[in-house]
Structures are given as structure tokens and as C-alpha cells.
């Protein structure tokens, strides 16, 4: 098994920026998002934003993919990590259900398609103690 790769977060008003650009198959995308949020919790970092505006290769999820892939990310999170996905607003489901699985699932999650939106819903987080 490969180790996955060692993210270099950029800082922004406190909170992790991890930038994906270039072609993914959406499971090989929604594992690296996986691992940065793993990363993220490790070095105690309780915000990320992954901006994947910039990526192709993959179609708008599912909803049972959208269910797989919050469920995994919340297993990643273990409640620390609260996580915003900048994307193309085709990827947005209108009743936003990935939002709504990732709370059922114990993590605090939303998307935008502007990274000033995102920025702008992490400030209003309380920071972890």
C-alpha cells in the first residue's frame, strides 16, 4: 500500500487551504481529500477548505456516493476537523444533502463554489479548545 502524501496546507485566516488541481477518478479524489482531513486532525488543525475547483475526470456524485463519501470523511474527521469543499456549482446538490449526511455522521461540513463564501462560514466557527 502506498503512504499517502505528506499535505503542505497554506495557512489562511486559520484555517488549512489544500488546493487539488489536475484529473481523478472520484474514488482516488475522495481518498486524497480523505487523507488531507486525517493530516489536518493530526497536526491539530480544525479547519479545512479543499478547493477542487481546478479538477476534472470525475461526474456529479450520487447520492448514495455523496453518503459513502461524507461517511468517510467523517470517519477521517473524528469530530475535529471541520471541513468546506470549494467546487463547480454543478457539484452542489440543491438540498445540499452531503451537508446533511456529514452532520449525521458527527462532522461539521459545507460547500461553496467562492472560497471567500467558505472563508467567510469557517470564521463563524468557534475554534476547538
Same mark, same amino acid.
Given at each position: 500500500?502506498? =503512504?499517502?502524501?505528506? /499535505?503542505?496546507?497554506?495557512?489562511? =485566516?486559520?484555517?488549512?487551504?489544500?488546493?487539488?488541481?489536475? =484529473? /481523478?477518478?472520484?474514488?482516488?479524489?475522495? @481518498? @486524497?481529500? #480523505?487523507?488531507?482531513?486525517?493530516?489536518? *486532525?493530526? *497536526? *491539530?488543525?480544525?479547519?479545512?477548505?479543499?478547493?477542487? $475547483?481546478?479538477?476534472? #475526470?470525475?461526474?456529479?456524485?450520487?447520492?448514495?456516493? *455523496?453518503?459513502?463519501?461524507?461517511?468517510?470523511?467523517?470517519?477521517?474527521? !473524528?469530530? /475535529?476537523?471541520?471541513?468546506?469543499?470549494?467546487?463547480?456549482? =454543478?457539484?452542489?446538490?440543491?438540498?445540499? /444533502?452531503?451537508? $446533511?449526511?456529514?452532520?449525521?455522521? #458527527?462532522?461539521?461540513?459545507?460547500?461553496?463554489?467562492?472560497?471567500?463564501?467558505?472563508? !467567510?462560514?469557517?470564521?463563524?466557527?468557534?475554534? @476547538?479548545?
Amino acid at each position: 500500500m502506498n =503512504e499517502p502524501p505528506v /499535505f503542505d496546507f497554506e495557512l489562511t =485566516e486559520g484555517v488549512a487551504v489544500l488546493r487539488l488541481a489536475g =484529473e /481523478f477518478a472520484i474514488q482516488a479524489g475522495v @481518498h @486524497h481529500i #480523505g487523507d488531507a482531513i486525517t493530516q489536518a *486532525r493530526d *497536526r *491539530r488543525l480544525s479547519k479545512l477548505m479543499v478547493v477542487i $475547483t481546478d479538477t476534472i #475526470g470525475y461526474g456529479v456524485p450520487s447520492l448514495s456516493m *455523496r453518503l459513502a463519501i461524507m461517511r468517510e470523511w467523517a470517519d477521517a474527521s !473524528a469530530g /475535529f476537523v471541520r471541513l468546506c469543499v470549494i467546487c463547480r456549482p =454543478e457539484f452542489i446538490d440543491p438540498n445540499k /444533502f452531503g451537508v $446533511t449526511m456529514a452532520a449525521n455522521f #458527527g462532522m461539521q461540513a459545507d460547500v461553496f463554489t467562492t472560497e471567500s463564501e467558505g472563508l !467567510a462560514w469557517m470564521r463563524q466557527l468557534d475554534d @476547538h479548545a
